[in-house]
């Protein structure tokens, strides 16, 4: 099926370092949602973008919704050991809402 | 609160096997509801999804099935498991109320077919 290209795959940095990751697509979507995963677990909703430009924070957080609706960031800022885990952005199709477009993932180590 | 439940946490089935993974959501009226598979380390797959009791939308086909008998219980099954379907499968719901609604995931059924 349809996935978000998702950068980078994967992560190591040293605990207290800022973190970057991001989403793009040849479609415009309608909404874009960042996951955080644990292992074993169900992904998490940490943010969530509803609006083209919009900036959204969520402690030490911070995601933007690409002014073009075809891209997304999120930033990680002091990271923490706590942060480990797998990221997944996603998004929604302005023609069908019903279904989530999830990215490939990015899986973040940090290191103490 | 709306809350989201899947059971059995774990499963080890053998290969032609039945499989039966239950899903039910609390809180809530009328969720839109999905199975997903994750293979290792790999990104979700939607396999189904319902937006209403009855109502099934298969994405890829494959050896399973899924049914919704009541509002709020998905129950995703196979007659017969293929070595292919293990995996780790979850269940999300979102609010079937307005479009662009996040959805929210259980925490999964690691499936293993020996």
């Known amino acids: 099926g349809q996935q978000l290209n998702q950068s980078p795959q994967s992560m190591f940095i040293q605990e207290g370092e800022d973190v970057s990751m991001n989403c793009t697509s040849s479609?415009?979507?309608?909404?874009w949602l960042w996951y955080k995963q644990d292992p074993g677990e169900g992904p998490v909703l940490l943010i969530a973008?509803?609006?083209?430009?919009e900036l959204t924070s969520n402690g030490r957080l911070t995601a933007q919704f690409g002014i073009t609706r075809k891209d997304s960031f999120l930033n990680i800022s002091a990271s923490i050991p706590s942060d480990v885990g797998i990221y997944f952005c996603?998004?929604?199709?302005?023609?069908?809402?019903?279904?989530?477009?999830f990215g490939t993932g990015t899986r973040l180590q940090v290191f103490p | 609160s709306q809350t989201i439940h899947q059971w059995p946490a774990t499963l080890v089935q053998p290969v032609g096997s039945p499989l039966s993974l239950e899903c039910t959501v609390e809180?809530?009226?009328?969720?839109?509801l999905y199975w997903y598979r994750q293979a290792a380390g790999r990104g979700l797959q939607l396999l189904f999804y319902?937006?209403?009791?009855?109502?099934i939308s298969s994405e890829v086909p494959q050896n399973l099935s899924a049914s919704r008998p009541q509002d709020r219980q998905f129950i995703l099954s196979s007659k017969k498991l293929l070595l292919s379907d293990s995996g780790f499968y979850l269940c999300?719901?979102?609010?079937?109320?307005?479009?662009?609604?996040?959805?929210?995931f259980g925490d999964g059924t690691r499936l293993s077919i020996l």
């Open positions: 999300a719901w979102n609010s079937g109320v307005g479009s662009n609604q996040p959805q929210h």
């Open positions: 479609s415009i979507f309608n909404t």
């Open positions: 973008l509803y609006k083209a430009g």
């Open positions: 996603a998004g929604q199709l302005p023609y069908n809402t019903d279904k989530l477009i």
């Open positions: 809180g809530t009226s009328n969720p839109n």
């Open positions: 319902s937006v209403g009791i009855g109502q």
